[in-house]
């Protein structure tokens, strides 16, 4: 469990672009939501690399990205949907590479989950399959089954520094005020009536993927491949959920980037939790490692099998990037600054395109309240994380690195 890891690009086309390619938005071009195709990435992608090294490659679920799954290097597609969010019940998915969208009956985290336990079942040789589950992205619906455990707790079961009661929709709506609809991209969608987060139905349209999750590594065991077998679980972004007011994503904020992070599998050897700075980016790198592929073009990610082998991880710092200050950027027309996150267990630092700064304590000040870019106490913290992202910046040829500058003023 890598308790600290984060996510490279916090929106869904931009996350799925970094897997794919191994490098950072900013260098793969597909940045947004506003640009969902690899507009400057000309190398081959990690799931190509592997079908040319002799893996069998499935897509499952969501895509969301301009490419079709053949033209990223998938060879089989049983279930996909290919634009981004939709309904959980009876939705339009597609069967097969050049399948074209038509109702298919049933919940869609059963219906990703049965292709993808065929697929296991059916394998015949090294596979990566790559299951891209819409829960819990809204518009939520969910059995009472998994609903039940949850009913009457809402207030109960809100994690800290989040709205537990009716300020949720006074905080979007504070936020909101001469931009359009807060929020970034929900709405007020996931709220109840009474104005509060609807913790309930999140945390049953999780139970409901967990029990999903749990049906495909049951299968990857019968299948006698369990110690041949990385199984990665991630987010593939946070979600806000009436945090600082704000209902999205895409934002520098813990719960806009961080996202559950974990790696089992026979090849996992012992469980462990993990405190080192990892990123998504940094899984295109392990994949590629424990397959034993020389990867086709430089990555902008680490393999983590030294840290899964119990030994000291490549980097000291993650790094999280929003590149595209586009009003269309996002399903709703409120833009949001570009920045760049450098990032470690105990400090954040964030630089804008505008260049404002920004410094938090994250050991003592887990809720991101106090900006300490100009303490002149916290100098050579600012000075050490200034110093990481240049390095990062420069190593990934990255446009923005002129905006974190000193004296530039606070966020």
Avoid at 85 to 100: S, T, W
Avoid at 292 to 319: M, N, Q, T
Wanted: proline fraction near 6%; charge should be positive; hydrophobic fraction near 35%.
């Amino acid at each position: 469990n890598f308790t600290q890891g984060i996510i490279s690009s916090s929106q869904c086309a931009p996350s799925r672009g970094v897997l794919l390619s191994g490098v950072e938005c900013y260098q793969n071009g597909l940045d947004s939501n506003g640009h969902t195709g690899f507009r400057s990435f000309r190398g081959r992608t990690v799931v190509e690399q592997m079908r040319q090294s002799g893996y069998d490659t499935t897509l499952a679920g969501k895509w969301h990205i301009d490419p079709n799954p053949r033209e990223c290097g998938f060879a089989h597609a049983p279930l996909w949907k290919q634009p981004a969010a939709g309904v959980y019940r009876d939705p339009e998915l597609r069967r097969g590479l050049d399948g074209k969208d038509e109702t298919v009956h049933g919940h869609i985290t059963d219906l990703f989950t049965d292709a993808a336990v065929e697929s296991i079942r059916s394998a015949k040789n090294p596979y990566l399959l790559w299951l891209a589950y819409t829960a819990p992205h809204q518009p939520w619906s969910v059995g009472d089954k998994y609903l039940q455990p949850y009913r009457g707790r809402n207030a109960e079961i809100a994690p800290p520094w989040h709205p537990k009661a009716a300020s949720a929709r006074a905080g979007m709506a504070k936020r909101g005020k001469g931009k359009g609809k807060a929020g970034g991209e929900a709405g007020a969608q996931n709220l109840r009536p009474d104005g509060a987060y609807d913790w309930e139905t999140y945390y049953g349209v999780i139970t409901h993927l967990d029990e999903a999750v749990g049906r495909v590594v049951e299968a990857v065991e019968k299948s006698g491949q369990w110690e041949n077998t990385l199984i990665v679980f991630l987010g593939d972004n946070g979600y806000l959920c009436g945090a600082k007011g704000l209902q999205g994503k895409v934002e520098m904020w813990e719960p806009s980037i961080r996202v559950p992070y974990i790696l089992s599998g026979g090849v996992v050897r012992r469980a462990a939790k993990s405190d080192a700075p990892v990123a998504s980016v940094d899984l295109p790198a392990t994949f590629l490692d424990y397959a034993g592929i020389r990867p086709a073009h430089k990555l902008a990610g680490s393999s983590l099998r030294p840290a899964i082998e119990g030994k000291r991880f490549a980097r000291d710092v993650a790094f999280s990037a929003w590149n595209d200050g586009r009003p269309e950027a996002l399903l709703v027309p409120r833009p949001v600054e570009p920045y760049r996150v450098a990032r470690t267990p105990a400090l954040k630092y964030v630089a804008w395109e505008s260049g404002r700064e920004a410094l938090y304590d994250l050991a003592v000040d887990t809720a991101e309240e106090k900006n300490l870019i100009g303490d002149a106490g916290r100098a050579r913290d600012v000075t050490w994380m200034r110093d990481r992202m240049a390095a990062r910046m420069k190593s990934t040829g990255d446009a923005a690195a002129s905006w974190p500058r000193s004296g530039a003023g606070a966020a």
